[in-house]
């Protein structure tokens, strides 16, 4: 009881507000020194942190330092290697020595050529290493093809070392030969021992304080594997350093020995203070909140009397405002309005005209605020609320004032309803007001102009230091670039080289600066008007190029293909010229190469058009024999056998006579000399006339041989009908040849909605092909097999040409076969749509021979076996024929007989028909009609002819029917044109 007594008494004295303060800086106190304990561990942290960091920070560097220094020298030494592949062992050993002076980690290094080593340093101790052949070595050949391969240095390690220890190991590749023709030479390793790197790297460092791991083996980083340290390190909250390798990195974890202390050691020190200034803080406080309840006893006592005055005050406080503010009252319920002096000069109405009446006072308010106004006091007097307004009044001299009104409803003693208020002119503050919103819109618009040139700074700033990134960049690349850059002033004296001039041209940087281009690389062959040339354009600004001859250091020759880029300043002249230059010696080696090539090309082609041309001669013209005579045998009146044997050499040798014509077209087609000739035909004609050839031999195999055209075919098209019949009788022709029983279907269309795109398909049942050999069916001289060859016979060229023949007419030919099932294929050819109307019906030779008028002609030929054939074509003709053996006889026969024709071969003694035509025409007499009659069928032998005065051209072997068709034409043009003179007479 007596407890909860004194409970009672401390709860009631701390509710009193005289202890409240010094509770509140007890509670502030506590939280200070709470907080400042905190503080305190906190700043203990990041300063340990801060000292590891520091300490982390100086091995990384070491680290970082030491491991790309070692690099740098066998980069160094690896160069040397590449430039001098074949260096001896004791060039090698005192380079080395040269590269290794000054530092020890490294424990030894080897060169392997081609994956073999073959040169070490130091030799001592080393010697079993020579000759180890890391490609037969399961535990480097690895690592070996990693570096040959990816072509960039690997540091493996740590691993542990035959010798003892452990140690890291780099391996550099070595390329040789210029940019673009590298090739890989061999490794250069090293060595380098951990011990000795982490001592002198301060790692290992017993005396630092420090417990360290690593983590990223083989430069994996922190994805790593751990090689140094305990493995609780990482996991303790350790400072974290990236150290960064020349291939790869390492994780670096720190932290303190023995870990992070959790803590300060002035932990004590601090309490101490805190609660020395917590007893200063609160003790003061309570003594002032005893002496506070003092002071409240007397400040209730000056409320009091404050309340008194109070009324005293708003007196006084509305005669001090009268002096600015007008007041007004009015009387609710009979509308009367008392306005004090002030109102009247408001409202600009002397004092003896009284207060405005309301409809006066409304017609004083501006027009554009009268209505709001009335609305609003309207409603304050219904409410018996407040109002308060703002409005504008208009004078009777026009000036407008803005006025500010308060006013406030009441009630007397009376019990009579009052409205009391004040107006005052704010036309000033109004004004304040607009010139501030004027302002504060001007100070708006200027922020927004800073904020804008801000930004234009910064991003002017951030392109400036993108242009200085970019300079460096380009300073790099201009170093390192492969081709030669020179940088040379307005006199042309070097400025600047880079590496790759040192390397095309021999000559080092410092030898090369303050010389001239033409100093260093001049030389007896250089084109000197290329030079002055290239000068010209130095001097007045204007960029070069062109390919010049120059010489290294040694005297070698070397092409460079050079760009002159002079840059010129403000001034319009001349400051810096550079020159870029691109070693092209071995394109120009190519070149010539290339035109030797070509030149023997041209020979080989030649002499291949020249002996297909000789082959086509000297066969056409004994098979104009042997098809000629057949012919006439096949007119005679012969029994069944010698017709029979007669129709086995027309044959024969019509077959023959298609292998030649076979392989010249393939020439031709090869030389693209093959022409086109497009005019416009009757698209049924030409294929049913194509397969016309056929039907009888169809017919004799048993074989059903149908033709259909599609609905919209066009019945004339443009194009060349010849060729189109060319490969008709092949594709038709091999469908009767493979195919033993069944049918032929021909199919014609047109692809798409081009009514001129032709599409003709050929369908057999016969003994089909394999997919594979589908694939190779077009190639020249191929057939299906061997076999198919042996049964059916053939070149192998009508596919190929009518291949090629498909595609020079715009389209192709393709083939669906399975083998014993037949084959079908489909020819696509382009053509153009027909001009003006021809005739459905395409001439003909008259089934008959025609007769002859009487006629001299003179046949030139030096095989006397065509001579024969000739004589006997024009046996019953009433044709005077003569004969000559050569060229040189036809031409004084002609002088002499002056015959109507002359029936002119091209290649005979003495003198060709070429040479003869060309005297015949320039002799004075009247000219005969000479018809060409050759074995060379090439279009440029037609050509010839046609150019050296012939009027006629027929190639051997010749047809009775087609001679004597020609001689018919030839004379009754000669009667045309002698009968036109006499007419125009």
Known sequence: MALNKTSAGWLRRLSNRTYLPALLALAVVCAAGYYAERQNDTIHHQSERARIQQQAGLIKSRLEGQLNGDYQRLRGLAAMLATEPDMPQSRFSQITEQVLKGQTAIRHIAAAPQLVVSLIYPMKGNEPALGLDYTKNAAQR????????????????????????????????????????????????????????????????????????????????????????????????????????PVGSWQLAARPAGGWQSRPGNLWQLRLVLLAAGTLIVFPTFLAG????????????????????????????????????????????????????????????????????????????????????????????????????????????????????????FTDAQGRDWMIGVNWNVSEDVRLREELIHANQALSERNTELKEGKRALEEAHAELQKQQAELYRLSLVAKHASDSIILTDARRNILWVNDAFTRATGYSAEEAIGSTPSDLLDGPDTDLSVIREMNRHKERGVRYHNEV??????????????????????????????????DITRSKQRERELAEAKLAAEHADRAKSEFLANMSHEIRTPMNGIIGMADLLAEANLTADDQQNVETIRSSAQALLKIINDILDLSRLEAGKFAITREDFNLRDCIDSAADLFRPKALEKGLSMQVSYAAGLPERLHGDDGRLRQILVNLIGNAVKFTPEGKIAVRVSHAGADPCRLVVEVQDSGIGISEAQASHIFDRFTQADAATTKAFGGTGLGLTISSMLAKRMGGGISVQSQQGQGSCFRLELQMAPAGEAMSTEAPALADAPPQLGPCRVL????????????????????????????????????????????????????????????????????????????????????????????????????????????????????????????ASA
């Open 142 to 245: 690895a690592a070996a093809h990693r570096v040959r391969d990816s072509g960039e240095m690997v540091l493996a390690g740590p691993v542990n070392l035959v010798q003892g220890g452990t140690g890291f190991i780099y391996r550099l590749p070595i390329f040789t030969g210029p940019e673009g023709e590298r090739k890989f030479w061999g490794i250069l390793s090293a060595v380098v021992e951990t011990g000795t790197l982490y001592a002198e790297t301060g790692v290992a460092g017993a005396d630092s304080g420090l417990e360290i791991a690593l983590t990223g083996k083989d430069g994996t980083g922190a994805a790593g594997q751990q090689f140094l340290g305990s493995a609780d390190i990482p996991a303790g909250d350790p400072v974290l350093m990236e150290i960064n390798l």
């Open 290 to 409: 005893r002496l506070s309840a003092a002071r409240q006893t007397v400040i209730g006592q000056l409320r009091r009397r404050e309340a008194e005055l109070e009324a005293v005050s708003r007196r006084l406080e509305i005669a001090v405002k009268t002096s600015r503010v007008g007041i007004w009252e009015c009387d609710a319920e009979n509308r009367r309005v008392t306005w004090d002096s002030r109102m009247h000069e408001l409202y600009g109405v002397p004092r003896e005209e009284g207060p405005l009446s309301g409809t006066a006072w409304n017609a004083r308010l501006h027009p554009q605020d009268r209505d709001r106004v009335a609305e609003s006091l309207d409603a304050a007097e219904r409410a018996k609320t407040n109002f308060a307004s703002e409005f504008r009044i208009v004078l009777d001299d026009g000036t407008i004032k803005h006025i500010r009104a308060l006013a406030s409803p």
């Open 549 to 582: 001859l120059n010489y290294t250091k040694s005297g070698e020759e070397v092409w460079f293909d050079t760009n002159i880029v002079p840059v010129t300043g403000a001034d319009g002249e001349v400051d810096l010229i550079i020159g870029i230059e691109r």
């Open 859 to 982: 046949l030139a030929e030096d095989n006397q076996t065509n001579r024969l054939l000739i004589r006997k074509f024009l046996r019953g003709q009433p044709v005077d024929l003569e004969e000559a053996g050569n060229g040189r006889a036809a031409v004084e026969m002609c002088k002499e007989l002056q015959p109507d024709i002359i029936l002119m071969d091209m290649s005979m003694p003495e003198l060709d028909g070429i040479g003869a035509t060309r005297e015949i025409r320039s002799l004075p007499i009247p000219q005969p009609v000479i018809v060409a009659l050759t074995a060379n069928a090439f279009s440029s032998d037609r050509q010839a002819c046609l150019d050296a005065g012939m009027d006629h051209f027929l190639a051997k072997p010749v047809k009775k029917a087609v001679l004597l068709h020609t001689l018919a034409a030839v004379l009754a043009e000669a009667a045309e044109a002698q009968q036109r003179p006499r």
